[in-house]
């Protein structure tokens, strides 16, 4: 049967990047990507949906033709996030081909910056690892042989490995860039490219960071340039697989913060079936933590995430094995890696979020997992008075005072911690490429449960690390009969009560996130929870010594906040929501109770004249 390319169905459409290509100009693209692809199996799938589109049932046809414009829509795009999308073939998904532009791409780049080698020994070095995702594995091999090939001396990571094991690798094997292939908490779907740069390429305070501009660009340039994936020079051999010892080196750094002192604190872990549960464990082990009980059903790393909806520790439901484990066991605290281990979610038992109402549940018990800012606020204030692990003083930055760095979005507490202390704090842009960066950096956070708290040996968020010392505070906070609720009131006492929340709008018209964007900043709301507005800042023009970034900054006349700002990785804007109350140093825990009952009743109604503002109902 010939393809009907006059029947409507496969006419083209105006999609975001404008109007669609014609079927035939398609599928003469899906012929030639075809023929330069990499790898047998993408080369097959192509080669069916091909097929397809000439098949005798229209809405088979109509299927193939869609999801072939969709894979051909464009390219996937290297930025400051490097790659991540859905597995499978076709330019604008993660596949082997894409992959190996992307290693030649930067293969040229590092060529380029550091000049053309002449000795092995002069060779840009990398580090690639990767995690137990489908196709990881490969897609690491792949970059191993393209880099080798273009002169780079090639370490790789011996299995897989979280990815705070890689960021710290490529400060502790000096190398000039590392790889890590992982999609962190996306779906299983999913999968992605990050790139760090350091050695020679980066030397300042964001040697060993993920990469922000002008290298991304750099970067992409290159990848650009590389031409068809078959046509990208591979080795066979000459890349070097790393043993054990880097991974001992990682654990032996973790170590280094613990105070060595004997632990009753019973622990309930999860690593989310990713590759976080074994290093996680052997971590606490060498801290002393002997009471420690895994969720097995997700200790392993499955690809499949079969427990989960989706891996994300903050997503609902996605801890809930692990309370019901914790309540089960009469654990102290549950602690909770994302897939790659560099998140750390943390859950309490909270007295005053106990329902104790219905059937009965690790959350009706009281049971609730801590904000990112509280999990921040703990562990901020803890670096600045105890150092490091509680080791000595921290190590001073501009001016002889250590500094603590967030992110635009998280919650002012950490500047008001910082400013009780004696410590010197930044804000960023979001995303850890930024906060690792600061100079003289101590400790660095974001909401989004992400902690750096060794940056001299990891410049990244690092669950394991983080994990270590909350698990920490725990446990000498249980042996003076408290709990971490309990220091959540003490940084209230000391800073005042910083509450905060999220209010997120998805959209399916992309165009309509601009359009909320600019509606915010012509006409933005005049009261929040019943006080005026007093300032409305437009991050687009710099803020504060901010580089600019897409976002609206509402601060109200008693000092709540609210950070407007898109996602970077969804269609969606996202509204970070804070309301700070004084608290007196000497304020109960009954009275510090009463307060955040009241904080969260405004924060409500904050969040429902959000809704209205941005069109929500």
């Known amino acids: 049967m010939s393809l009907d390319t006059d029947d409507p169905a496969f006419e083209p459409t105006a999609g975001p990047n404008g109007p669609t290509v014609p079927l ?7 012929e030639d990507w075809i023929r330069h692809d990499v790898d047998e199996a993408d080369r097959a799938e192509l080669a069916e949906l091909v097929q397809d589109t000439a098949s005798h049932r229209r809405s088979t ?24 999308g859905a597995m499978a073939a076709g330019p604008n998904r993660m596949n082997r081909a894409v992959v190996t532009t992307a290693a030649a791409g930067l293969g040229a780049y590092l060529a380029a910056t550091l000049g053309r080698a002449a000795t092995r020994e002069a060779a840009p ?3 690639v690892g990767y995690d137990a995702r489908y196709r990881s594995a490969t897609f690491a091999t792949d970059t191993a042989a393209v880099l080798t ?25 000096d190398a000039d860039a590392g790889v890590m292939v992982t999609a962190s908490h996306n779906p299983a779907a999913d999968n992605g490219y990050k790139v760090y740069l350091g050695g020679r390429v980066v030397t300042d305070a964001g040697q060993g960071a993920q990469i922000v501009p002008p290298h991304d660009a750099g970067i992409a340039e290159r990848i650009a340039a590389a031409g068809p994936a078959s046509d990208v020079p591979r080795a066979d051999s000459g890349w070097t697989v790393l043993d054990r010892d880097v991974v001992l080196s990682y654990l032996a750094s973790v170590r280094a913060l613990s105070d060595g002192k004997p632990r009753t604190l019973k622990v309930v872990t999860t690593s989310l079936h990713g590759v976080g549960g074994r290093v996680l464990a052997r971590a606490l082990a060498d801290a002393g933590f002997t009471h420690v009980v895994p969720v097995e059903e997700q200790a392993d790393p499955d690809p499949d995430f079969p427990t989960v909806r989706f891996p994300n520790p903050e997503e609902t439901g996605a801890i809930d094995m692990a309370l019901g484990l914790a309540s089960d066991v009469g654990a102290d605290v549950v602690i909770a890696n994302d897939p790659d281990a560099d998140r750390c979610a943390v859950a309490v038992v909270d007295p005053a979020a106990g329902t104790y109402q219905g059937a009965e549940t690790a959350r009706s018990q009281g049971w609730r997992m801590l904000h990112g800012d509280e999990v921040g606020a703990l562990l901020g204030r803890e670096i600045v008075t105890r150092g490091v692990g509680g080791a000595g003083p921290v190590r001073p930055g501009p001016g002889g005072r250590p500094v603590l760095a967030s992110s635009v979005v998280s919650s002012r507490v950490l500047s008001s911690i910082a400013a009780h202390h004696g410590a010197a704090h930044a804000t960023t842009l979001t995303g850890f490429k930024w906060i690792s960066r600061t100079p003289g950096l101590v400790f660095g956070y974001e909401e989004a449960l992400g902690y750096c708290v060794d940056p001299a040996n990891v410049r990244d968020k690092d669950g394991i690390s983080a994990a270590v010392l909350v698990a920490q505070l725990a446990d000498r906070l249980k042996a003076d009969g408290r709990t971490l609720i309990d220091a959540l009131d003490d940084v209230a006492r000391e800073n005042g009560l910083f509450l905060t929340d999220q209010l997120s709008a998805r959209f399916d018209d992309l165009e309509r996130i601009g359009d909320t964007m600019d509606r915010l900043r012509s006409a933005p709301p005049r009261m929040l929870a019943g006080a005026g507005v007093a300032q409305v800042l437009d991050l687009t023009t710099g803020v504060d010594g901010l580089p600019p970034t897409d976002g609206v900054v509402l601060l109200g006349a008693d000092d709540t906040r609210v950070v407007v700002r898109p996602s970077g990785t969804e269609p969606k804007v996202k509204c970070y929501l804070e309301v700070v ?15 955040r009952v009241a904080a969260q009743a405004k924060l409500d109604r904050v969040k429902a004249d959000m809704r209205a503002a941005l069109g929500l109902g």
Do not use: I, K, N, W
Not at 149 to 168: H, I, K, M, Q
Not at 581 to 595: H, Q, T
């Open 24 to 30: 035939e100009l398609l599928l003469d693209q899906v």
């Open 61 to 84: 046809a109509a299927r193939a033709v869609a999801e072939l414009r969709d894979r051909f829509a464009g390219t996937l795009q290297f930025g400051t996030a490097g790659l991540r």
């Open 125 to 127: 070095r990398v580090v």
């Open 149 to 173: 090939a273009a002169g780079a001396d090639v370490l790789l990571l011996p299995s897989p490995l979280p990815t705070p094991v890689l960021a710290f690798a490529v400060r502790h094997l």
């Open 581 to 595: 109350e004084p608290v007196a140093p000497d304020a109960s825990s009954y009275d510090v109770g009463r307060l």
